[in-house]
């Protein structure tokens, strides 16, 4: 019996490789330097839609995901204001403006203390820099798997910009009718528009 080798693999299967990979990156000079190279094509980005001096949406990394431990500090220093995402125990994301005191959120992500706004704000917003474990050329891309994203970014008319690192775009991405493509795709060797 012939096996189609096109067929992605299920989600979980994908996102389970993705960590394995983030994991074994995880603490080395490698992570570092590509993290800082995150930085710059991450701003290069926020200058290709014209979101410098806006509203941004960005996110504090974890130590397996892209982007350094100052990520939303730097980006922090390109926009107006910096929205940080907060996540909820019923799977929604609130958001919260970077700055003052951080706290340890429900994922045991640092999550800004102050007032939380839902994911309408994302629409004053000149971008959104999201977290992804893979994305394909089409714009979908994989999260980890709550759909925390796919929720705030429903129905959202203002960018969106994936951040991997440059093996985590792959052909195609498994995906549902409520998954949300992105607009651009940030890696350590630059960006690229869908």
């Not at 993290?35 to 290069?44: E, R």
């Not at 996540?87 to 951080?102: E, H, M, R």
């Amino acid at each position: 019996m012939h096996t189609n080798t096109t067929t992605p693999p299920p989600k979980a299967a994908m996102r389970a490789a993705h960590v394995a990979s983030r994991r074994d990156l995880r603490g080395t000079e490698r992570k570092r330097e590509l993290d800082q190279a995150i930085v710059a094509a991450t701003l290069a980005c926020v200058d290709d839609f014209g979101a410098r001096g806006t509203n941004i949406a960005a996110y504090n990394p974890l130590s397996s995901e892209p982007g350094p431990a100052d990520f939303a500090a730097r980006l922090a220093a390109a926009a107006r204001t910096l929205f940080l995402p907060i996540s909820q125990p019923d799977g929604v994301l609130a958001w919260a403006q970077f700055g003052g005191a951080d706290a340890a959120g429900a994922l045991g992500i640092s999550e800004p203390d102050g007032p939380r706004y839902t994911s309408n704000v994302l629409r004053s917003c000149g971008l959104v820099v999201a977290p992804a474990l893979a994305v394909d050329r089409q714009g979908m891309r994989l999260g980890k798997g709550a759909g925390y994203y796919d929720r705030a970014l429903a129905g959202l008319d203002v960018p969106v910009a994936a951040v991997v690192y440059g093996w985590e775009v792959v052909d195609a991405v498994p995906h549902d009718a409520h998954d949300q493509a992105v607009d651009a795709v940030i890696t350590p060797e630059g960006f690229f528009r869908i």
